[in-house]
């Protein structure tokens, strides 16, 4: 099963998950510049994908703390997720993402 | 400005949980320690990103939150009467000619030990930098992270961005002060104090403030003076005039002055051996999130672990001529007495 995750450059890549991983998981398993900063615990934005919209409703809804934790990152767009949040199944094999701007 | 200087046996950068264990780590074999933190208080990231959230693998805790682990930790570290300076940042560090290290905050807090533990997690928790093209023009002339002194907002025009405690209070506080405010957020919805968004709804019903849901994507102005801030929003975008930016976006964790200690560093860790959990720099320790070696597990428990060798190792340098007795505090009365229980 795979993801494909554009990154920051604009590079494609096409990334492998196993069910139960989360998408943070799989993204950060390869060197694509997502910090992931908490390790998953949606606490810090880091881990900001946009998802291609056609996928959006595919997903599990977001918890009021994702939406919250939300508040604390930057170009936010309607289809903004935080990859710690999204937990990868057979039913998103071929999602396709966008990995958000970062900061310093 | 401060200006003081004490003396002790170890400065612990970092009062997450394995920098308060490392105070009862070094307090067990009689050292003293003094533990310096850039937030107000103890906890580190268990304090600040998941105080409420439970912890599972704490050996003997079968479910623990941060904000209960830093409790019991700081209860375990009392009878070492640890000394904590918080709300600073560890600025410089300096080898002195008597061989000590010479820790100094941005405080001007100066602590002077033999012995250096960094057990700084992540790094410090400094304020999220918005990537918006150009705004380290702005940065300390219109644009700050931080309220030092109220008066210095006074008679400006404010933008003040974010949803959270910090966007809030400081909209309701500057208010009363500032020749305008708008608070900027990108949902109508707060997480917030309900009090707060209730009396910030309120001064804007009134007009004494404005509300405006959309994102900051750039800034105006010029010679570091800024004019104005742009806005996106579903209904399109706009402009803010305004001299002030402050933006509350939550926070972030930066390596900072650490990384000019002269230490080798890994991707951004301090490098240690795993005996004594010591950096290239002798006297200058590294234990928990911050270091590395082969086979790091980020885990609170790898932390204590690596405190209670590097405490064995900082008694020497602490104490060059004595001889160090391993002990168990099942038996011995010499630990009871530094724990108090004897």
Redesign the interface.
């Known amino acids: 099963m795979k993801v494909l995750a554009t990154d920051r450059e604009g590079g494609q890549h096409e990334l492998s998950f196993q069910e139960g991983d989360t998408l943070m998981q799989v993204l950060t398993d390869e060197d694509l510049g997502v910090r992931a900063?908490?390790?998953g615990?949606c606490?810090?934005?880091?881990c900001h994908v946009y998802v291609d919209p056609a996928w959006l409703g595919c997903l599990p809804p977001q918890s009021?703390d994702e939406?919250?934790m939300?508040?604390?990152?930057?170009?936010?767009e309607p289809n903004s997720r935080l990859s710690c949040q999204i937990t990868m199944s057979p039913a998103l094999n071929g999602l396709t993402v966008t990995i958000a701007?970062?900061?310093? | 400005m401060t200006e003081q200087r004490s003396l002790t046996d170890a400065v612990i950068i970092g009062a997450g949980p394995v920098g308060l264990f490392a105070v009862f780590e070094l307090g067990l074999l009689g050292l003293k320690a003094h533990v310096v933190d850039i937030q107000d208080k103890p906890g580190g990231q268990c304090a600040e990103l998941y105080p409420e959230k439970p912890i599972y693998d704490i050996p003997a805790l079968p479910i623990v939150t941060g904000g209960e682990l830093v409790e019991r930790l700081l209860k375990q570290a009392e009878p070492f009467a640890p000394v904590f300076h918080l709300g600073q940042m560890a600025e410089k560090l300096e080898k002195l000619d008597n061989g000590n290290w010479l820790m100094t905050t941005d405080l001007g807090q100066a602590i002077e030990a033999p012995v250096i533990v960094v057990a700084a997690g992540g790094g410090s928790f400094v304020p999220k930098r918005p990537p918006i093209a150009g705004i380290d023009d702005y940065e300390g002339t219109s644009v700050f992270y931080s309220v030092r002194k109220m008066e210095s907002f006074r008679g400006k025009h404010l933008v003040i961005a974010g949803g959270g405690d910090s966007a809030l209070d400081w909209t309701l506080n500057l208010q009363p002060v500032a020749a305008s405010v708008t608070l900027v957020h990108r949902r109508p919805d707060f997480r917030a104090a309900p009090d707060s968004v209730a009396k910030m709804r309120a001064l804007a019903e009134a007009g004494k403030i404005t509300f405006t849901v959309a994102q900051i994507t750039g800034l105006e102005g010029e010679g570091g003076r800024l004019s104005a801030v742009k806005l996106k929003s579903e209904a399109g975008e706009a402009v803010a005039p305004c001299d002030t930016l402050l933006p509350f976006y939550g926070l972030t964790m930066k390596l900072g002055p650490i990384a000019d200690f002269g230490l080798n560093l890994t991707e951004n860790h301090i490098a240690v051996d795993t005996e004594k959990f010591e950096s290239s720099v002798p006297g200058i320790f590294a234990i928990g999130d911050i270091n590395t070696y082969p086979g790091k597990l980020k885990l609170i428990l790898s932390g204590f672990h690596e405190a209670a060798l590097m405490a064995h190792q900082a008694f020497h340098y602490v104490h060059p001529d004595q001889k160090l007795r391993f002990q168990y505090t099942t038996t011995s009365t010499e630990l009871h007495q530094r724990l108090h229980v004897a």
């Open positions: 900063e908490c390790g615990c606490a810090c934005a880091t009021d939406v919250a939300l508040d604390e990152a930057f170009e936010v701007p970062d900061w310093n």
